[in-house]
C-alpha cells in the first residue's frame, strides 16, 4: 500500500514527500538517498557555486532529483539555471523572490517549476508565473521563511490553488504531521529540518549532535546570523535557527551588529570552520523535537509515510494502491 495523490503522477515517485533543497545540507548523497527511498531528493542549490553544483550533481549518480535556488540570488546569477537544466532535473525548486522569466525558462526544458511560498500574495504570484506545485511553508520552518504558520496557511493555499498540487512544509518531520499535512488538504509534503542530521546529510557532525539533542523550545527567526554571514536578505525573510550564544548576545540589536558587522563576520566565520555552535547557528525549525538521532534518510523517509499511512486508512481523500 502507499499514499497516492496528484503530486506522485506530476513528479513521477512512490511516495509524496520532497527532501528540502537545503543549502549546504542537501548534497547529491541526501538527496539520492530520499529519491531512492521513493521520495524526491533535492539538490541545494542555495546562495549559488557552480563548482559545487557539479560536485553534487556527480554525487548523485543517475538519481532523478530536484534542484532548489533562492531566487533573488540566483537573479544575480542566472547562467546556473541554464547549467542544471542541461542535467535534466525533475524539477527546479524556488524560494524568496520573483520567479521572473526563470519561470517560463524552466517549463520549456521540460523540468516542472515548484515554487515555495511563505503567503498567499506569494501563492497567488505563483500561480500566474505557472508553477507546477507550489509549497506552502509555514513559520515553523528551519531556514528561511515568513511570519505565517503551517497549519492555517496550507488550507488557504489549497483553496486559491485549484488543481495546482500544494505541498505543506514548516514543522512537517514525522508520520503525524505529514498525515495532517494532506489532511489538510496538501497533495504531499516537503522537509527540510527531518532530515538535517541523516547520515547522508552534508551537515557537520556536530551541528547533527547538536540538532538531535536540541528542542523546538529553543529556535528563532532573526536576521542576526544573516548579517553575521554577510548576506543581504530582502526583509520579507528571516532565518530560523537554534539559539545559542551569538543570537543572544545579539538580539534585538541588529543594527549594532551592523555596526561591527566586519569584525563579527570574522568571529562567525572563524566559529563555523570550527564547529563552534555556541557562535555559528544550527539552522533547523521547530520540527527538531522529533529529530532524536541519527539514521539513513531512507529509515527517516519510511517511517514517516508508514506512519502517515496508518493514521490515514479511513480517513477521506486517503487512495490507497494495491502493494
Ligand atoms: C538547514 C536548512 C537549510 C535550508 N536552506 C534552504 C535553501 O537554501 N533554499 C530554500 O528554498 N529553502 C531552504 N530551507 C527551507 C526549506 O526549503 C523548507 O522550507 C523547510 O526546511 C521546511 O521546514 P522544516 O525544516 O520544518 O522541514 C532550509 C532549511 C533548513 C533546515
Not at 515568513?146 to 514548516?170: F, K, N, Y
Not at 532573526?222 to 530560523?240: E, H, T
Request: glycine share 12%.
Amino acid at each position: 500500500m502507499a499514499i497516492r495523490t496528484k503530486l506522485n503522477d506530476l513528479l513521477g515517485i512512490e511516495h509524496p514527500v520532497l527532501l528540502a533543497p537545503m543549502a549546504g545540507v542537501s548534497g547529491g548523497a541526501l538527496a539520492a538517498a530520499v529519491t531512492q527511498a521513493g521520495g524526491l531528493g533535492q539538490i541545494g542549490g542555495g546562495y549559488g557555486d557552480a563548482d559545487w553544483l557539479g560536485r553534487e550533481f556527480a554525487a548523485a549518480g543517475n538519481a532523478r532529483l530536484g534542484v532548489g535556488f533562492i531566487t533573488w540570488k540566483l537573479a544575480q546569477q542566472p547562467h546556473l539555471l541554464d547549467m542544471v537544466l542541461e542535467r535534466q532535473p525533475v524539477a527546479v525548486f524556488l524560494s524568496f523572490g520573483d520567479a521572473g522569466s526563470f519561470a517560463e525558462t524552466i517549463r520549456r526544458s521540460g523540468s516542472k517549476l515548484i515554487m515555495q511560498v511563505q503567503t498567499l500574495e506569494q501563492a497567488r504570484a505563483a500561480i500566474d508565473a505557472g508553477a507546477d506545485a507550489i509549497v506552502a511553508q509555514g513559520t515553523e520552518a528551519g531556514g528561511h521563511g515568513g511570519s505565517r504558520a503551517t497549519l492555517p496557511l496550507v488550507p488557504a493555499v489549497v483553496d486559491i490553488a485549484g488543481e495546482l498540487p500544494v505541498i505543506a512544509a514548516g514543522g512537517i518531520a514525522d508520520g503525524r504531521g505529514m498525515a495532517a499535512a494532506l489532511m489538510l488538504g496538501a497533495a504531499g509534503v516537503l522537509c527540510g529540518t527531518a532530515f538535517f542530521a541523516s547520515d547522508e546529510a552534508l551537515s557537520p557532525e556536530g551541528a547533527k549532535a547538536v540538532a538531535t539533542a536540541a528542542s523546538g523550545d529553543h529556535t528563532l527567526r532573526s536576521s542576526v546570523c544573516d548579517v553575521a554571514r554577510g548576506l543581504d536578505w530582502p526583509g520579507a525573510w528571516n532565518l530560523r535557527t537554534l539559539r545559542n550564544h551569538f543570537s543572544d548576545r545579539w538580539a534585538g540589536e541588529v543594527e549594532s551588529l551592523k555596526a561591527d558587522a566586519a569584525a563579527q563576520r570574522d568571529i562567525y566565520a572563524s566559529a563555523a570552520a570550527k564547529g563552534d555552535f555556541d557562535t555559528a547557528a544550527v539552522i533547523v525549525g521547530e520540527g527538531v523535537d522529533l529529530v532524536t538521532r541519527r539514521e539513513p534518510a531512507a529509515a527517516i523517509l519510511t517511517r514517516m509515510v508508514t506512519e502517515a499511512e496508518a493514521l490515514l486508512k479511513a480517513a477521506p481523500g486517503y487512495v490507497a494502491a494495491p502493494a
